[in-house]
């Protein structure tokens, strides 16, 4: 079986920092695409940023030069450094991945469970 396990998310105040992790546990064959999306009060999920085999990476419009996403293949892992962190960014942070594992003969999409992140002051 596999999971995602996510953790750094809380509170920081505008302007502040706060870097998010996620690895890949149990048994993982091959991954393509890690990433994160996130969801807000009200609104519908939305991708934040994504990371391929090749290290090509992909940002929203309202994140990119403030989110910086980078990969750590040895251990299945993703990070997310977020800076300049701004009240709209408020939401709660899924990490995701595109991955061949757990048995099964296909890539399957698997989430984490979610992190907060509350930007307020």
């Known amino acids: 079986q596999v999971q995602l396990v996510e953790s750094g998310g809380g509170l920081v105040q505008p302007g502040g920092s706060l870097r998010l992790a996620c690895y890949a546990s149990?048994?993982?064959?091959?991954?393509?695409?890690m990433g994160w999306y996130r969801q807000a009060p009200g609104k519908e999920r939305e991708l934040v940023a994504r990371?391929?085999?090749?290290?090509?990476?992909n940002y929203a419009t309202s994140v990119a030069g403030r989110f910086s996403i980078s990969r750590d293949h040895a251990a299945n892992r993703v990070d997310l450094q977020m800076n300049s962190l701004e009240p709209e960014d408020t939401a709660v942070y899924f990490c995701?991945?595109?991955?061949?594992?757990?048995?099964?003969?296909?890539?399957?999409?698997?989430w984490g469970q979610g992190t907060q992140v509350t930007v307020s002051s």
């Open positions: 995701y991945s595109d991955l061949l594992g757990g048995g099964s003969r296909e890539f399957q999409n698997y």
């Open positions: 990371i391929n085999s090749a290290g090509k990476t």
């Open positions: 149990g048994r993982v064959l091959k991954i393509n695409v």
